[in-house]
């Protein structure tokens, strides 16, 4: 049996993070002691390192509910476990290509600053212009 506190050192977990893993049925609720403390198996701890390392992967909490659900029967076709993957690549390297877009704006930015003087600034000039403004969809986070 594992405290809260030692499962959160043994998976890098914050403990709140467990709790709230805890709350949204992404881990059951542990048993307590008579005083009321979690008490946590080492089947959890299996659980929490492999949320863990899926949320390390980008693996939304919806994605990793349904892996989990797929990990509970061992037996069937991993094909739906694959198709999950498939879609956080490929959300992976849509990210990717906005980040190269980036990357290419402000090199290009930084290339066009003369660095003299702020009023002639390229840098400060381009983020003034809305016309050339990324649309929401283009943003990093999108």
Known sequence: MLSIGTLSRKTGTKVQTIRYYEQIGLLP???????????????????????????????????????????????QSCAEADSIAQRQLKQVEQKLKRLQALKKELKRMIAECSGDRVAECRVLEVLRDHSECLTDHDEIGA
């Open 29 to 75: 609720a542990p048993g307590r002691t008579e005083g009321g403390q979690r008490r946590y198996m080492v089947a959890d701890l299996d659980r929490l390192a492999f949320v863990r390392h899926a949320r390390q992967l980008g693996f939304s909490l919806d994605a990793i509910r349904e892996l989990l659900e797929l990990s509970d029967h061992p037996n």
